[in-house]
């Protein structure tokens, strides 16, 4: 099967945007830009991260149009560009929850069974 050039810049892009999510700390960030703008330093105090990890991490997100930097005045507030990466994250969060669970019920009925 041949894939034609848009398909494949389109992959590509899906490709760029789901690297940017395989980190846990840019997926936290993500969550806590969806809430409020942050600086970098009240983003990194607030997760618990070093800022010199969170400036790489909002960076990487940056690059991917996935957050933008806006200047308030001697401040840099990053913001959440689109909510509806967190509807997918959520969705993709309930997908893990259903298989946990189904993982958990096949664990139970082996143990019942050998008792």
């Known amino acids: ?10 992959t590509n ?3 760029d945007v ?15 830009l969806a809430e409020k703008p942050y600086t970098v330093n009240d983003l990194a105090g607030a997760l618990g991260l070093p800022q010199p ?5 909002l960076k990487v997100l940056r690059d991917r149009n996935l957050v933008e930097a806006v ?20 969705l993709l969060r309930g997908v893990m929850r259903d298989r946990i669970s189904h993982h958990a019920n096949v664990i139970q009925e082996v143990l019942v069974e050998g008792n």
């Open 71 to 90: 200047r308030q005045g001697m401040n840099v507030e990053y913001r959440l560009l689109d909510h509806r990466l967190i509807e997918a994250l959520d």
């Open 18 to 32: 789901c690297s940017a999510l395989a980190d846990p700390s840019r997926i936290l960030i993500l969550y806590a």
């Open 13 to 15: 892009l899906h490709a």
């Open 1 to 10: 099967m041949e894939i034609s050039p848009l398909r494949q810049e389109v």
């Open 53 to 57: 990890t969170t400036s790489r991490h």
